[in-house]
């Protein structure tokens, strides 16, 4: 008898917020099945958030000169979602300096992602 | 930062517009669209940008802007086109009163004091958010107790954390934003407490923000008691029946040092009362009509202001409408009066703008009362729709195009949200 691999995902898709539950006994050769979506934005989400869950992030460095003690930055890219809390530390002890221009890039190809951080503001030096 | 600061202050501008937050710059923008030449736009912050700058996470501008973009990048955009639109920018700048005759009193930190003329005024100050006083925790008063909105200030511009081992009260979009941005600073989120049986924020919030965290979300829950003499030191959840009274039998405590609550915003009208506006008193803004102008002549009013709205790109489409009709107003041009007042009818909790003309298209916000799925909105019997689902944390929104409300023949018009078969 082969174990029953069922996991359970809330679509994002809209606020009727279907639970989704993606059954990937199969494996993935034979791809996994996903029920309990509305709609078809559903089943591709479930299909998505099972294989391959990735994520935007955005925190604030430091910087020095400005009038803000920090700036906001953002990955230029998603991440893979178990990377997250990784990219954030990755970059909580960089400190810039003003001036700062949107788009400076902060951190090149952080953790090797092949996403860069950067600034998502100007920041005039006081 | 971008600054355009006036060398020098006219007496007398063509649209003057209090609050340079996204409502305000969309509406500067508007005006300047419809031939208004002098522009002012003032903010009491020392920048332009409202509170999109500490709005550091995505989610912004895919409406507006076509293209997905963070709160300081949709700011920046913003005050560019301002910039770019040759409008003048007074910030550090308080507008503390404003008569029907359209004249303002400023405060500012490098003008001093002084009286303003304007052809058109938009009020686009926006909101704030409700805190303690507003829901009564009982309990002591210590510190630790904080809105999402200011912690989200402290950590994303000035690098202060609120605190140690935070819960959270409320499950707006910013308390779940607030949860995640916490969490990846190190902070521990001991969870969201929210007396509702759903959650108020983004599906994607609770997803994104709690999910990936494991921050617990308790529905149907509230804190009934906040303890701590100088700081915070524990706070008492219980669960609430429907009428939201708590059950104490099953109450718990939780130790934390910080509050965070994230339990509404109120449109911030202290200077619209200040003239003779008639007011929603469900929306607690001015009432509208479907040009965005207030009860008062050539006083216009937009963005939170008007009503709380869950996104900043339908800020700027309706600001701008509000900021072309300041301009056409100051410029002389006055388009038909409205003749249609809509009425909230069935769980409907209100419609802006209040008043429509059936002799042009218009886009009609509305919220409703309770959760519905499989629905039909009706206005009158002139024209009906069918929407999957609606909710009340989700503006609906709908484009009623003049050849209906042509049909109609009386002067209020009944708008119902009702369930299908
Ligand atoms: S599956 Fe479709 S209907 Fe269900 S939550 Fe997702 S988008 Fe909405």
New binding site residues.
């Given amino acids: 008898m082969s174990d029953q691999h069922i996991y359970e995902y809330l679509?994002i898709?809209?606020p009727?917020?279907?639970h989704l539950l993606v059954d990937d006994t199969e494996g993935d050769t034979e791809g996994v099945k996903v029920t309990g979506?509305?709609?078809k934005?559903?089943k591709a989400?479930g299909e998505q958030e099972h294989k391959d869950p990735r994520r935007n992030m955005a925190t604030s460095v430091r910087v020095k000169g400005a009038r803000w003690g920090r700036v906001p930055v953002k990955t230029t890219g998603t991440v893979p979602k178990k990377l997250v809390r990784d990219v954030a530390r990755a970059v909580q002890d960089i400190e810039i300096e003003a001036p700062i221009k949107l788009g400076t890039v902060v951190l090149a190809n952080v953790l090797g992602t092949g996403v860069d951080i950067v600034a998502t503001r100007d920041m005039e030096r006081l | 930062m971008i600054t355009a600061e006036p060398r020098h202050l006219e007496s007398r501008y063509d649209v003057v517009i209090a609050g340079a937050g996204p409502a305000g710059m969309a509406a500067a923008m508007g005006a300047r669209e419809r031939g208004a030449e002098k522009i002012l736009l003032i903010d009491r912050e020392r920048e332009a940008g409202g509170i999109l700058w500490q709005c550091i996470h995505h989610g912004f501008g895919l409406i507006h802007f076509g293209t997905e973009l963070t709160g300081p990048e949709y700011a920046q955009r913003c005050l560019q086109q301002v910039i770019d639109g040759g409008i003048d920018v007074l910030t550090d700048t308080y507008v503390y009163d404003i008569s029907p005759e359209r004249t303002l009193k400023l405060m500012s930190g490098t003008q001093g004091i002084k009286l303003v003329d304007a052809g058109a005024v938009v009020l686009a100050m926006g909101a704030r958010e409700r805190t303690r006083g507003a829901i009564r925790i009982g309990g002591e008063r210590p510190s630790g107790v904080l809105t999402a909105g200011l912690a989200q200030k402290f950590v994303n511009m000035m690098g202060l954390l609120p605190g140690r081992r935070v819960v959270i009260l409320g499950s707006g979009d910013i308390g779940l934003i607030m949860a995640r941005r916490l969490t990846l600073e190190g902070v521990e989120v001991l969870g969201v407490f929210e007396i509702m049986p759903h959650a108020n924020g983004l599906n994607r919030n609770v997803v994104q923000c709690l999910h990936d965290f494991d921050i617990p979300l308790h529905l149907s829950t509230t804190i009934v008691d906040i303890r701590g003499r100088e700081r915070v030191t524990g706070v008492t959840v219980a669960p609430v029946d429907e009428a939201f009274k708590p059950d104490m039998s099953r109450a718990w405590d939780v130790d934390c040092d910080t509050v965070m609550l994230s339990i509404g915003l109120i449109p911030e009208n202290e200077l619209s009362r200040r003239i003779n506006l008639r007011f929603d008193p469900v929306t607690t803004g001015p009432i509208v009509s479907s040009t965005m102008e207030t009860t008062a002549n050539g006083v216009f009013a937009c963005g939170n202001v008007a009503h709380i709205h869950d996104l900043v790109d339908f800020v700027s489409r309706e600001s701008l409408l509000a900021g072309r009709s300041a301009g056409e107003f100051a410029t002389g041009k006055r388009p038909p009066a409205d003749n249609i007042r809509l009425m909230p009818g069935d769980n409907v909790t209100y419609c802006v703008p209040q008043t429509v003309s059936s002799d042009r298209e218009h886009t009609i916000y509305m919220r409703v009362k309770k959760p519905m799925e499989e629905c039909t909105i009706k206005f009158g019997d002139i024209y009906s729709k069918k929407l999957p689902y609606v909710f009340p944390a989700e503006m609906v929104t709908i484009k009623m195009q003049a050849k209906f409300l042509q049909k109609f023949h009386g002067d209020t018009l009944r708008v119902d949200v009702v369930k299908r078969g």
């Fill in positions: 679509c898709g809209c009727l917020g279907c979506w509305g709609c934005t559903g989400y």
